[in-house]
């Protein structure tokens, strides 16, 4: 490698080449962090102490376990890759429209998991959850400046990539290209940034506030002194629980892009699915923050209002749910690996999403709360559906970012192996959950009939690391080696595939494009009007059997 | 038009259906833990059957609808206005009812649980890192908490130290322990025996050890224990005294 | 169609060395160096990892404004939207502090607690005007920009920054004469709002006043830039109105 092409790929400010780095980033938290969930599963494994006898090993296991899968794996993964790689792509613009503050959200990206990774090596390292609530975060010994600048980075980070793409959207679509001819993808990252730009900040100041306590002596938590132990939780949840969106929105985007695609259909009621589905549920996460507090002595009037509140996100969650489901109706269906994840979590967005709705309910929750059952739903929405729709995507794409298949046996055997695997993890969560079991318990002598249910779980999360281990070696195979992939090799209408070349180059298009109205991502019913809907003819070739 | 209006009202119907989730049952027995495993035993049903409804729903079109032919297109028809916005209005009428329909359940049960009754007998809970103490008045302090058969019980809590949780699973009760706050639990022990006690909330090294138990007894039993203690409250208080 | 691939041609992959610097500084900079001073107590160690970070960062930023100023953007101008778009996010900042500040205040029994000095007013009222009249500055040496008067550009540019200074410096001397009051940050719920709204603010001035310091010293070599000039004096102004809430909700409340 010369000295220029290092240059070009480590000090990078194209979108596409950002995004692969954080690909990796995001792929390598995904991947240390999955270790740690096997030693925590090997610890709960047996009664008693089974791989250390120190609690607090075990308690920052967990703590970068749950910090880096939700903040340094799937937040970046879905709004850090897909965005960047795809969406420029999907909008017919040439980069981003600040592709040096890119390049610095990448950077803060990677500080980040730098420094969270520096809690493996460093003296007391972090112990205070993903959630760090004060007062614990305060009195304990351990390091909880390094868990407050790892969040700001990623806010930071966050921040800066939502006032990036905002503008990008608004400014760089293809000339001609309306609001309602967006990617549904498009939309979703939309509102995942729009929830980014106003709730981060407010996280921001909740660990702020957390430094200063610890470290300056300030009295923002402290009820002796007239501060408040709850304003923390409060802070935190109303930015983490819209947070969920932040990634379950640009899951949803992902799976609609392949769906269309490998269904050959048009999105369902479109115009349902973005205004009262995607802007639905931006509208309504702020006011549900209090379902994390069930058990935290709010007043009454909270509980109960916020227990309608986020009852009531079934309705635009339902309604995207219905543009799913009616893009599969009558629809053309052919099958790749990344239709066969992208199908799987059709099942695991009820069986994650309904969990909730026990969760929704204060009266209930006063028993589930802060139990196994909590894991359960959120592994299987977030472990479960929105990892395996990001890597329905990331085999989707495949062909586009390195022009090879990652499809074939190996693909499939992963997906067996990850499938099967999450359901035997967490099913036994769910049980042990109802009947108890407490959450970020590295023992649980008090309750020794559990033991059988969390060796079923450690056997499952195994299976899952098998299955990993194969998809991310498939993976790196494919991308040097794999079947070369034809020019849109899904026979899509979306703009990243009928208008870029396969491994697009600086400037991503040949030749810029620009749109009719009677254009359409979705335009299944009639491609070559479709085409000829858009002034650069792209590949017309493809639309005609490719080899 | 008129096709449009009769689902409207259809729906309106839907949203009155959930009235009745407020009316309760005759000869209703107050008691928390009862109603949740009540409750609970509803939603698995509420949510069992949107989950197969769904399920079967993308089971059917993706088995039915696929195709080896790749350059076969899908024929789903362009939806009109009206069958545009039906198709918003019913399935969010539906999801509505559902909602109200669980929010009016919630939201009873969750009277019961915040209504202490009368008769209730007061205990107060301190939690410290990592362990549990019970104050029964009268100076009496225990670090187990034992408590009559059928006599139900109102635990205020605190903490000295970080946040805990309270957490009693075989009563189907949590609530978190703060220090400065004082919250509160009722529960009704209805049958004798040994029921774990244990933390909730993240305290830090020994969260998981936090536990204990909470016996419950016979009056008669019950009675005989507490004069125990009393005497050796007395007797540790006396030795207090006389070594200064 | 020959015209148009040569335009695709001109495409090359663009790289930039400047995000990589600052953010490298500013991980020296801030968590390390904190990390080490209050963690782990260890000054010699903060000292090198902030002696690492400053040059970094400065370097990373003057890299930084050198390319902004000279190489042509894919799509001119729309820094002018992204400013505001940030300042959103800024917004919420602030909010959650005043939401703070309403929840203790509000849940309190009586206020201001305990221990509490009593406030001078004057203060506050003259580092108001010269925050309002740096506004006017700022907005003058606009003017003269756009008049193509660079050098009375750069006379009003300073003046701002000099108004700004000052305010930076009222800000530290009423700190310290609450400090002689034996009024700290941990004296109690005030002293804790107190300190972090205004403090919170004061780093917002010094970062419009950095941000200045980045316009002024290309302008002396006569590069400027209207879109970055237009953008900094957004900033400002936006760093101006959030004090009114300050003044208004801290002193005369
Ligand atoms: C991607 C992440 C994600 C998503 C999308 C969700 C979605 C939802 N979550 Fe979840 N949740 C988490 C991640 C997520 N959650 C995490 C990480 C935690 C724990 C945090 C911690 O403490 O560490 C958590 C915890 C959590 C709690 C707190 C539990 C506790 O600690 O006591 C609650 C309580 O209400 C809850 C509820 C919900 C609800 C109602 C939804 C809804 O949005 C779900 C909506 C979906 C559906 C309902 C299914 C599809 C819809 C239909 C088929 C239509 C018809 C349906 C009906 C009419 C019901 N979640
Ligand atoms: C995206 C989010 C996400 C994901 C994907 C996962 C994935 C997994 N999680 Fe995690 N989990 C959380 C988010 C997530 N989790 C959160 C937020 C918490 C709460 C933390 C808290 O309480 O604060 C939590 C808590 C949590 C607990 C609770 C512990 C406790 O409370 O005491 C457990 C226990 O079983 C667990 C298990 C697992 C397992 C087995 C997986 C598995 O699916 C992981 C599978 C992946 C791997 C095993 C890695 C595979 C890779 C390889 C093996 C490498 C091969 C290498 C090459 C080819 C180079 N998780
Ligand atoms: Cu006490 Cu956990
Ligand atoms: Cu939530």
């Known amino acids: 490698m010369t000295m220029q092409t290092f240059k070009e790929w480590f000090f990078t400010t194209d979108h596409k080449r950002i995004g692969i780095m954080y690909l990796v980033g995001s792929m390598a938290a995904f991947v240390v962090a999955g270790l740690m969930a096997l030693l925590i599963r090997l610890e709960q494994s047996n009664l008693g102490p089974t791989i250390t006898d120190n609690p607090n090993e075990y308690n920052s296991w967990l703590y970068f376990h749950g910090a880096a899968m939700v903040l340094a794996f799937l937040i970046p993964g879905l709004t850090g890759f897909f965005a960047n790689y795809f969406l420029p792509l999907m909008i017919g613009a040439q980069d981003v429209a600040f592709p040096r503050i890119n390049a610095f959200s990448i950077w803060l990206f990677y500080g980040a998991i730098i420094l969270a990774m520096l809690s493996f090596v460093i003296p007391d390292p972090p112990d205070v959850m993903w959630t760090g609530y004060p007062p614990y975060s305060i009195s304990t010994t351990s390091n909880t400046a390094f868990y407050v600048f790892t969040l700001h980075l990623l806010g930071f980070s966050s921040v800066l990539g939502a006032v990036n793409f905002l503008v990008t959207v608004i400014y760089m679509r293809a000339p001609g290209m309306k609001w309602n001819q967006l990617n549904i993808f498009t939309w979703t990252t939309v509102a995942a940034f729009v929830l980014q730009l106003i709730f981060i900040p407010v996280l921001a100041s909740a660990v702020t506030m957390l430094l200063f306590d610890k470290y300056l002596g300030t009295n923002f938590f402290n009820p002796e002194a007239g501060g408040d132990v709850l304003l923390y939780q409060n802070l935190f949840w109303f930015y983490s629980h819209p947070a969920v969106y932040v990634i379950f929105l640009p899951a949803c985007g992902i799976l609609f892009e392949i769906f269309a695609t490998m269904c050959k259909n048009r999105v369902f009621n479109y115009k ?128 586009k970012m390195f022009g090879r298949f990652a499809d074939g046996p190996w693909a499939t055997t992963g997906f067996i192996f990850n499938i099967v695997g999450v359901h035997v993890t967490f099913i036994p969560l769910f049980i042990i959950g109802v009947e108890g079991m407490p959450r970020r318990y590295w023992d649980y002598q008090m309750f020794p009939q559990f033991e059988p249910y969390h060796q079923v779980a450690t056997v499952g999360a195994f299976m899952v690391a098998t299955g990993m281990a194969i998809t991310i070696l498939n993976w790196v195979r494919a991308a040097f080696k794999g079947k070369v992939a034809p020019e849109n090799p899904w026979k899509s209408c979306s703009m990243e595939w009928t208008h870029a070349p396969n491994c697009p180059q600086a400037g991503n298009f040949p030749n810029p494009p620009s749109v009719t109205d009677d254009w359409s991502p979705y335009g299944y019913d009639d491609r070559e009007a479709n085409m000829a809907a858009t002034t650069d003819p792209g590949f017309p070739a493809q639309v005609k059997p490719a080899e | 038009m008129r096709t449009l209006l009769g689902k409207m009202s259809l729906s309106i119907l839907g949203l009155i259906a959930a009235a009745p989730a407020f009316a309760q049952e005759d000869g209703y027995e107050r008691d928390p833990a009862a109603g949740w495993d009540y409750l609970w035993h509803e939603i698995v049903i509420d949510i069992t059957v949107i989950g197969i409804i769904f399920s079967i729903a993308a089971i059917w079109m993706v088995w039915k609808y696929r195709t080896k032919d790749e350059n076969a297109v899908g024929t789903a028809p362009k939806l009109s206005k009206a069958a545009a916005i039906a198709w918003v209005l019913i399935p969010a009428s539906l999801f509505m009812a559902d909602d109200f329909f669980l929010s009016a359940k919630g939201w009873t049960l969750w009277n019961d649980y915040r209504r202490i009754p009368d008769e209730a007998k007061e205990i107060r809970v301190t939690a410290y890192q990592w362990y549990w103490e019970f104050d029964y008045g009268d100076e009496i302090i225990t670090e187990e908490l034992v408590v009559p058969k059928g006599q139900p019980i109102v635990l205020r809590m605190t903490s000295e130290d970080v946040l805990h949780s309270l957490y009693i699973p075989g009563f189907r009760v949590k609530e978190d322990v703060m220090p400065g706050r004082v919250t509160y639990v009722w529960f009704n022990p209805k049958e004798v025996g040994e029921y774990v006690h244990t933390c909730t909330e993240y305290c830090g090294t020994a969260h998981a050890e936090m536990a204990t138990n909470v016996r419950v007894v016979e009056q008669e039993e019950y009675d005989a224990w507490f004069e125990q203690v009393k005497e050796e409250a007395k007797a540790a208080s006396l030795n207090d005294n006389t070594q200064g | ?217 290309p302008a002396f070599k006569g590069m400027t830039n209207k879109t970055f000039i237009t953008c900094a004096s957004v900033y400002w102004h936006f760093v101006d109105v959030v004090w009114f809430f300050v003044v208004s909700q801290i002193y005369f409340w």
């Open chain 1, 272 to 399: 349902a699915c973005v205004y009262g589905g995607i802007w639905g549920i931006v509208g309504i996460s702020g006011f549900v923050w209090v379902h994390h507090l069930y058990v935290s002595g709010m007043p009454d009037w909270l509980r109960i209002g916020q227990m309608v509140t986020t009852l009531l996100i079934s309705v635009p969650v339902g309604l995207l749910v219905m543009s799913m489901w009616g893009t599969l109706y009558k629809g053309a269906i052919t099958f790749n690996t990344g239709m066969l994840y992208a199908v799987s979590c059709l099942f695991l967005v009820l069986s994650g999403g309904l969990t909730g709705i026990p969760l929704a309910l204060t009266a209930i929750t006063i028993h589930l709360s802060e139990t196994s059952f909590v894991h359960a739903h959120f592994h299987f929405i977030m472990a479960m559906f929105s990892a395996f729709a990001m890597f329905a995507g990331i085999y989707y794409w495949f062909p």
């Open chain 3, 1 to 217: 169609m020959s015209t148009e691939s040569s335009h695709a041609h001109e495409h090359h992959w663009e790289w930039s060395q400047a995000p990589f610097w600052v953010v490298t500084g500013v991980f020296f900079l801030v968590p390390l160096t904190f990390a080490a001073y209050f963690q782990y107590q260890d000054p010699l160690l903060a000292a090198i990892f902030a002696g690492l970070g400053t040059p970094m960062l400065l370097a990373g930023i003057a890299m930084w404004v050198n390319e902004g100023l000279t190489v042509k953007p894919l799509i001119a101008d729309v820094a002018g939207v992204g400013l505001p778009i940030f300042i959103v996010s800024e917004i919420f900042i602030f909010l959650s502090f005043f939401a703070t500040y309403w929840m203790m205040r509000l849940g309190a029994e009586s206020w201001p607690p305990e221990g509490t000095p009593d406030f001078p007013v004057t203060l506050p009222l003259i580092m108001t005007v010269v925050l309002v009249s740096s506004s006017i500055t700022i907005h003058v040496a606009e003017e003269k920009y756009e008049h193509d008067d660079q050098a009375g550009f750069r006379k009003w540019l300073m003046i701002t920054m000099a108004l700004g200074f000052i305010f930076v410096g009222m800000t530290f001397y009423e700190y310290n004469h609450l400090f002689h009051q034996d009024f700290y940050p941990d004296t109690n719920a005030f002293g804790t709002v107190f300190f972090s709204l205004t403090g919170f603010h004061a780093s917002h001035v010094i970062g419009g006043l950095g941000i200045f310091v980045c316009v002024l010293i």
